[in-house]
């Protein structure tokens, strides 16, 4: 199932849960920083670790277009997109659980 879809099955659940619009705005929130936390160390993962180190040591370089051309890399490699994608179907899982736990099915 595509993540978007997986997604839009955990929205209805919550949706559909009984909760206040305040604790289901803290659990979307919750969700949104978990997956915000898992994506930028995979995309890290497959960034060339000189050129990064590079921009890094050596703020006066960032521009946009250099960084535009460091994420290039990483974007352009089907490891990365499989990796992402197995790792935000995980968080999913991870959501999926804890709900069921919860009792919201």
Known sequence: MKFEDRLADV?????KSGWTDEDKEALYAKI???LHSVVLPVVLKYT???ELHD?????????IE???ELMKKPFSDPKMFEELNNTVHSVLDDVDTALSEGGIV
Not at 11 to 15: H, L, N, P, T
Not at 55 to 63: F, M, Q, R, S
Request: charged share 15%.
């Open 55 to 63: 921009l890094a040591n050596n703020p006066a370089k960032v521009t």
């Open 32 to 34: 949104s920083e978990y």
């Open 11 to 15: 929205v209805v659940k919550v949706e």
């Open 48 to 50: 060339p670790n000189a």
């Open 66 to 68: 250099s960084f535009i």
